[in-house]
């Protein structure tokens, strides 16, 4: 007999009645499970196989609706969101909330089991307010994604009769994601550190992941993370050896503090990495432009060549925004990444500056931590370590 | 290139290396090197390899004494396991919980080791199994192409293991932690090309250790490759040659690189196949050696679906998980638990009955270590039979039964309904599979091929049936068992190209089994990985409309399909259903002969023993009975007695009880001839004639075949070839068949027409060049079959032989002589200039070592034997052999010949010299033992001995021969390797046929 202990948890809030219905028209019967209510975003797709955690707290996500393509979901349960690190982060989670609008997956576990378990997803989803639909044929909803783009989608969980009329009226009527402002809502309202070395990086949070906290923690610098419209003077006066900019949600195009704060990096050579969010802010900043992907880019499987050396990587990645590729001929950047599929840009690097930028999340959780050099890249910027480029 | 041809060709690249060869001649290793190979395969290398690159593995110590044992344990941690050191079999090892229990196995186990030590190792027989299968170039760029999570943990070997992909109870952290140590693990050991690296996972926190890396293609990757649609072997072999995975295309998309990491938008499952009921005295239980004999794999879009899927593939008789046939057996609490804590092949069966009698999830789970997830997805079927049962069949519970992987007839059992009243009532309410394909991307690039699998987890379908995009489907053999194996394979896909030669543009083939050619999707132009089953067949044929369906060379699962495919008014190509029908249905078929003037061994179909037991009389003991429709003599037995008899009754009705069972005269000493052949209805060709080496009685597939026969005079061919013709003709054959007659004193015998592919086929197509499924294809097509003479297979010059590959080794406890069951597990056949020059050939490849000098012990039961064997004898000891033998056995020779050596039973350890000691000093090179009478109680009292004997000599690697037909040629051959080196000539390609 083995001697272990057990740990599994029942779903509860489930068998609620819902629909998923899509900007054209189209109508998903499903079972609702979490919070009761109708929400409205753009219905995106992710193909991770794993990580439903870290993806549904990555504030990357905010004003999204989620579907994901893997069909079992919530095995594993939920882990504690109270359980920090020795920094103060939290372990487990990529921000303190359910960042997506709303979930729509193949089936729902009604039973999680794992030893790190602390909650089942249907509770979560309760307990954040947040409607999630499962049975649905998320294979059919991915491919219409992929024809169509992404577009605006309403889900509605009830307990009773849903009216459908009224949730497509509401829909209709409801601001495009394209145009929604996420900064005040993603970003934090004052700094705050962890760690307590000598020598920091200053984080501009445009809806950071902790794991970049965490990565940036692990290569030996403090943490100052500030609020995405934090002035080039306030961030100097922390004497920062390096700066990120952080992924986040929605048009680059919606954060001009961010990008005049970049532009002023840029020209005082401030060692700097952008990532997702980031790597588009940088790009605007350095008279690259971006634009907007049909479908996006979501899933741990996006396979990236470094230009350096034709090294490919598999990459975990978020976005539905991207640089031009044409754009870059007359910027101050040149390519250093680019997709192997769509031979989209992955990577800039600046011309002549301290500055780097990767549209993918090196950072990993959820995904592949084989692009973790990145971040010793930015410590080479920072005067320190080896870089591996040649 | 050493990694493609699994452990053999591994095991030989290493020898070439070692023995200079590779450098004399200025040979490369393509892909992954020697130094990689032993890295990953030599244990001390593989250990201190992980250790250099972060990677724990487990913790172990070598004791001689029980004081040793304690402080190893309590350095390590108990649960601890004891293995003993230089024993066979594993036997006297153990697992221990605490001192006490330590005591007792280290003290047994020190004893039991020749060398007086056992290895005290870290329990970890409840960790979680995972496995990672990895692609890595010259360049260092690497990928994950799939990871693998094991039901049973680690307690049962990978082979053993019911595996699903991707893995479900383990998160991100511990997917992508595992992941990376993949890489690091085969960056270290320097593999190009692809691994499988398996690590046990502490199910109660992150603690890991790599178990071990497989550097080369196998099992697993054959899995990975079906399970991602990622083809692994083709990738790893362009690596090998200097590509890089950048460079090379995912084939799926044909637009995407092939350097990516597939997601999956489905749930496979990987159930083994055992076939434990044709081995006497097998240890049934699941444990470190792999025991199964095949595989099959599933697709779904839920758990349960997919697990029940897997279940109906393995053509055991059971429709899923529950509401099988046979249900009604009570077991008891305590025989649950004991069969939970000690998994056999129907673990999961006890599983479901535990949940049945309330045992509890938290129970289960700590007596089986099976994670609670899958034992909670269990619980989803079980509750849903309970459904069934007590609800009342809705629309939703019918639908909520499909998605949980109910077929048909498990719904229509629950409610004492037929099978086609449950599809009329599905089809009314709609509830039909979708067709989804595999893409290697979930759907995020559009597939260029047509790679697909039906499920309830979905209402839309990803491809549409064109009308002019009609056309073939093409059923497979399903997982490969005894009896079943590639052959049937070789059948399928050879009936594939053969029909788009004759310029059918759309073949669909439908199979289930990973390790196969015949579900590569490339070779057809619609694969649907999927069951073949009356029910899933009916659905793919609703969805394709095709022209036809071929039924006749996926074996006997695809045959047995024929009758109601017909009846539900499938168009089945090539011979009639009904002419199929009357082949395998014994009166219909007698009558035929009956017409033709052929004759049968005396035969009688009953159903009640009072009759068979007059007939067994009436003809006289031994009798043969089998059920009809059981490919490999399932059930099939030669019985000596009335006793016999009516044990044997009951056992044959329960594997096919929807046919009769038939009783047959068993001529001893007789000659067994296969046919194989093809006709178009009006011509015949003859692929060849077939001599077995062995008499009668022994199984056809465990039979060594000859072509050409070597023992039949003109006169019997004449008649086989006229009667082949006459039964061909008379049945109206279209396409392939497969004759079996018995040769007794002069006279020729039918014993069983196959209107189907037969396993000998491909021997015989590859030996006289001409590829008989080729030709049936056309046959099957309605077209005329080619001009070939009926000798044409009398003029090839050279010599093939057939050779069966048994895994006796592998399954503790069975025995090995053979008889009517059929048990080898593969085969070897080898081409050569002479009869000798082949046979040699092919004992070689089984793994017989055949010595040019040394010592032979003889043990022979009964008088006839011994005067049958004594020419065999005689010459052995002419070649300068010395001879052992047992008792009465060295009595008989000393009179006969002199200078034969008297030794004593295992039984009779006090007697010396004794068989034991000289087996395990390696004083003998083969034994010839032929059992008494190949008769009577085989295991009681005196054959034990014998049985010993056998069992002792397979584990330690000694030839034992148990036919006198076999003992023969053996010896003869080893004359002839004296003065004789076997020929060593490529194969020559199919002859043109015009």
């Not at chain 2, 000659?671 to 015949?684: A, Q, S, T, W």
């Not at chain 2, 022994?698 to 023992?711: E, N, T, Y």
């Amino acid at each position: 007999m083995s001697r272990v202990t057990i740990t599994t948890k029942k779903a509860t809030h489930v068998n609620k009645i819902s629909k998923l219905i899509l900007d054209d028209g189209t109508v998903f019967d499903g079972m609702g499970f979490g919070f009761s209510t109708t929400t409205i975003g753009e219905i995106v797709f992710n193909t991770g196989m794993v990580g439903y955690t870290e993806t549904l707290t990555d504030p990357s996500y905010s004003g999204q609706i989620l579907t994901l393509t893997y069909p079992l979901v919530g095995n594993y349960g939920v882990p504690n969101p109270k359980i920090k690190d020795d920094d103060g982060i939290q372990k487990f989670f990529e921000s303190d909330k359910i960042q997506v609008r709303g979930l729509a997956i193949h089936e729902l576990s009604l039973v999680a089991s794992h030893w790190n378990l602390s909650m089942t997803l249907d509770e979560w989803f309760y307990n954040e307010k947040i409607p999630g639909i499962s049975g649905i044929d998320t294979r059919a909803l991915t491919k219409k994604l992929r024809s169509k783009g992404v577009m605006m989608a309403a889900l509605a969980v009830s307990d009773n009769e849903i009216d459908v009329e009224q949730v497509k009226n509401k829909l209709a009527a409801a601001t495009n994601y394209n145009s929604e402002e996420f900064m005040d809502q993603v970003s934090t309202k004052s700094e705050q550190v962890f760690g307590n070395e000598k020598d920091s990086v200053v984080v501009i949070d445009t809806g950071t992941k902790n794991a970049i906290l965490r990565n940036i923690r692990n290569i030996g610098y403090k943490v100052i993370k500030v609020p995405w419209n934090t002035s080039i003077e306030k961030i100097l006066s922390y004497k920062p050896k390096g700066v990120v900019i952080s992924n986040g949600p929605g048009d680059p195009q919606k954060c001009p503090e961010t990008i005049k704060t970049a532009k002023s990096l840029i020209e005082k050579n401030i060692p700097t990495l952008g990532i997702c969010l980031g790597a588009q802010i940088l790009g605007l900043a350095g008279q690259a432009s971006t634009y907007k992907l049909k479908y996006g880019h979501r899933g741990q499987n996006k396979s990236c060549v470094n230009l350096d050396n034709n090294q490919v990587y598999v990459t975990s990645q978020n976005h539905g925004y991207c640089i031009s590729p044409e754009s870059l001929k007359d910027s101050e950047f040149d390519l250093w990444f680019i997709n192997a599929d769509d031979k989209t840009v992955e990577g800039i690097i600046h011309k002549k500056q301290k500055c780097i930028a990767v549209q993918f999340h090196p950072e990993a959780s959820p995904g592949p931590y084989d692009c973790k050099f990145i971040f010793e890249e930015l410590k080479h910027l920072m005067g320190e370590g080896k870089s591996a480029k040649k | 290139m050493l990694a493609y041809g699994g452990q053999t060709a591994l095991n030989c690249g290493v020898k070439l290396n070692e023995s200079g060869i590779l450098q004399k001649y200025d040979i490369k290793v393509l892909g992954t090197q020697v130094s990689g190979i032993q890295k990953a395969e030599d244990r001390q290398l593989f250990k201190d390899s992980m250790n250099q690159c972060g990677i724990p593995v487990l913790n172990s110590k070598t004791v001689s004494n029980f004081d040793q044992a304690k402080k190893a344990a309590q350095e390590l941690g108990y649960p601890v396991i004891i293995r003993v050191a230089y024993t066979l079999g594993g036997k006297g090892g153990g697992v221990a919980y605490n001192e006490i229990e330590l005591h007792e196995i280290v003290e047994r186990g020190v004893k039991a080791s020749l060398v007086g030590q056992v290895l005290v190792e870290e329990y970890i027989g409840s960790w979680k199994q995972i496995e990672y299968e990895v692609m890595r170039d010259y360049a260092e760029n690497n990928v994950i192409v799939c990871n693998m999570e094991n039901i049973l943990a680690m307690k049962v070997h990978t082979g053993d293991n019911i595996v699903v992909a991707p893995s479900q109870t383990i998160d991100n952290r511990e997917y992508h932690m595992l992941r990376s140590a993949s890489l690091r693990a085969t960056k270290h050991v320097g593999i190009v090309g692809e691994c499988n690296i398996q690590f046990a996972l502490d199910p109660n926190s992150e603690r890991y250790v790599a178990i071990e890396v497989n550097p080369r293609l196998s099992r697993s990757s054959a899995l990975a490759s079906k399970a991602t649609g990622y083809p692994i072997a083709y990738m790893s072999a362009k690596i090998g040659i200097g590509y890089s995975l950048p460079e090379l295309v995912n084939p799926i998309t044909k637009s995407t690189t092939a350097c990516f990491e597939p997601a999956l938008d489905y749930i496979v499952c990987k159930h083994p196949r055992w076939d434990f009921a044709k081995f006497e005295l097998v240890n049934r239980k699941l444990g470190p050696m792999m025991k199964s004999v095949g595989e099959v794999m599933s697709i779904g879009r839920t758990f349960e679906e997919s697990l029940q899927k897997a279940i109906r593939m393995l053509d055991i008789g059971n429709d899923g998980l529950v509401l099988n046939r046979f249900n009604g057996q009570t077991y008891n609490e305590e025989d649950i638990e004991n069969h939970l804590g000690r998994p056999d092949d129907l673990i999961l069966y006890y599983v479901a009955a535990a949940l049945k009698k309330g045992i509890s999830v938290d129970r289960i789970f700590k007596l089986s270590s099976i994670d609670p997830w899958f034992i909670e997805k269990i619980k989803n079927i079980v509750n849903t039979e309970a459904r069934l049962k007590e609800e009342s069949l809705d629309k939703s519970l019918l639908k909520t039964s499909k998605k949980l992987g109910f077929s048909d007839n498990q719904i229509a059992r629950a409610i004492n309904k037929t099978p086609s009243d449950i599809r009329k009532m599905r089809k009314e309410n709609g509830i039909i599979p979708s067709v989804k394909q595999i893409d290697t991307l979930a759907a995020e690039w559009p597939a260029k091929t047509n790679y697909l699998y039906l499920t309830y987890g979905g209402d839309k379908n990803d491809l549409e049936i064109k009308s002019d995009e009609q056309g073939i489907v093409v059923l497979g053999a399903g997982p490969y068992r005894i009896g079943s194996s590639v052959e049937f394979d070789w059948g399928t896909v050879n009936m594939v190209w053969g029909l788009q030669e004759n310029g059918e543009k759309n073949i669909a083939v439908v199979n289930c089994n990973p390790e196969t050619v015949s579900t590569d999707y490339d070779v057809c132009n619609r694969l649907y990985f999927e069951e073949l089953t009356l029910e899933r067949i009916l659905d793919i044929t609703e969805f394709e409309n095709p022209k036809g369906v071929v039924t006749c060379v996926g074996g006997q699962t695809a045959n047995n399909l024929t009758p109601p495919l017909a009846k539900n008014g499938v168009n089945i190509l090539g011979t009639k259903a009904e002419a199929v029908d009357s082949a395998e249905n014994r009166s219909k078929f007698s009558s035929v002969l009956d017409n033709l003037h052929i004759k049968q061994p005396k035969w009688q179909a009953f159903s009640n023993l009072t009759d068979a037991k007059f007939f067994a009389q009436e003809v006289g003991y031994p009798v043969i009975v089998r059920p009809s429709y059981v490919l490999s003599g399932a059930a099939m037995k030669v019985v000596w007695s009335q006793d016999e008899l009516k044990t044997y009754v009951k056992e044959a009705t329960t594997v096919s009880p929807d046919h009769p069972v038939v009783i047959s005269k068993f001529m001893l000493n007789s000659l067994e001839v296969d046919v194989d052949g093809v006709c178009d209805g009006k011509n015949v060709i003859i692929g060849a004639i077939v001599e077995h080496i062995d008499f009668a009685g022994v199984h056809s597939g465990d039979a060594m075949m000859c072509i050409p026969p070597w023992r039949l005079n003109n006169k019997i061919i004449e008649t086989i070839t006229d009667y082949t013709n006459k039964i061909a003709i008379s049945f109206n054959i279209k396409g392939p068949f497969n004759l079996q007659f018995l040769i007794n004193e002069g006279h020729v015998f039918v014993i069983e027409l196959n209107i189907r592919a037969s396993r000998s086929m491909p021997f015989v197509s590859k030996l006289v060049k001409i590829n008989l499924i080729s030709l049936a294809s056309g046959a099957i097509l309605g077209k005329e079959l080619p001009t070939i003479p009926h000798d044409h297979w009398k003029k090839i010059h050279n010599y093939g032989i057939k050779v069966p590959q048994f895994s006796f080794m592998q399954l503790e406890g069975a025995d090995i002589v053979l008889g009517v069951e059929m048990q080898s597990t593969g085969e070897a056949a080898c081409f050569g200039n002479s009869f000798y020059d082949a046979l040699a050939k092919g004992l070689i490849s089984v793994g017989y070592h055949l010595p040019k000098e040394g010592t032979a012990l003889i043990t022979i039961g009964g008088d006839e034997n011994k005067e049958k064997l004594l020419p065999t004898v005689a010459h052995l000891k002419n070649l300068g052999f010395k001879i052992l033998a047992t008792e009465h056995t060295a009595e008989f020779f000393e009179e006969k010949i002199g200078d034969v050596e008297t030794v004593y039973k295992i039984s009779e350890p006090d007697r010396k010299p004794n068989i034991a000691d000289l087996l395990y000093e390696g004083k003998i090179n083969f034994i010839i033992n032929i059992p008494s009478t190949s008769t009577l109680e085989k295991y009681v009292g005196m054959l034990y001995d014998e049985y010993q004997i056998r069992r002792k000599a397979l584990e330690l690697g000694i030839p034992v021969l148990t036919t006198t037909e076999l003992a023969e040629s053996f010896v003869k051959t080893l004359d002839w390797l004296q003065k004789n080196d076997t020929t060593k000539n490529p194969i020559e390609p199919y002859d043109i046929i015009s």
